[in-house]
C-alpha cells in the first residue's frame, strides 16, 4: 500500500460514513479552502517501519514486520452558529468511532488501523491564509500494513 493509498482510503471513508455530507475532500493540508464545507483533510504526520509499535499491541505475537503510517485527519465545518458547528463535528466523532469499531480496515480500505485513536476538538476555531474560517474537529489514526523484513 502506498502512502497515497493510505490518504486517499482515509479521506474516502470519512465521506462515506459521515452525515450531513462532508463535500470536499483534501489528501494534504491546503494553504486555501477553495471547496465547500464541510471538509476533511488527511496529511500523514509520521511514516515508520518497526516490529513493535504501540499502537498496536497486537503485533508482536505475530513477529513481522509491521509499516505504520501515523495520519490527522482535519473535519471543518462552517462556524456561522458555533453551537450547530460543535454538534456537528461531535456527530462525525460518533459517526467515525461506530465505523471503527466495526471494521477496522475501514470497508477495507486500509489493511487495518490500530485500536487506539482520537478525536480532538481543543483548537476549534481555524483561519486559513485566504480567510477561510470555520471549526475544525482533529483525529489521529494509525494505519497499519504488515511487510517483509528489509533485506
Known sequence: MSTEDVLTG???????????????????????????????????LDIRLTVDDPAFPFSVIQQTWLKVWQ????????????????????????????SIRSDGSLGGRVPFISPYYSFD?????????????????????SVGELVEAPA
Do not use: H
Request: glycine letters at 6%; one cysteine or more; proline letters at 8%.
Open 121 to 141: 476538538f481543543t483548537a476549534p476555531f481555524v483561519e486559513y491564509n485566504d480567510g477561510t474560517r470555520g471549526r475544525e474537529m482533529n483525529v489521529q489514526i
Open 71 to 98: 495520519v490527522g485527519l482535519s473535519i471543518m465545518v462552517s462556524n456561522a452558529d458555533p453551537e450547530a458547528a460543535a454538534s456537528q463535528l461531535e456527530g462525525y466523532a460518533d459517526q467515525m468511532d461506530a
Open 10 to 44: 482515509l479521506n474516502e471513508w470519512v465521506l462515506a460514513v459521515c452525515t450531513p455530507t462532508i463535500v470536499g475532500a483534501y489528501p494534504f493540508l491546503p494553504a486555501e479552502k477553495p471547496l465547500a464545507f464541510p471538509d476533511v483533510v488527511a496529511e500523514v
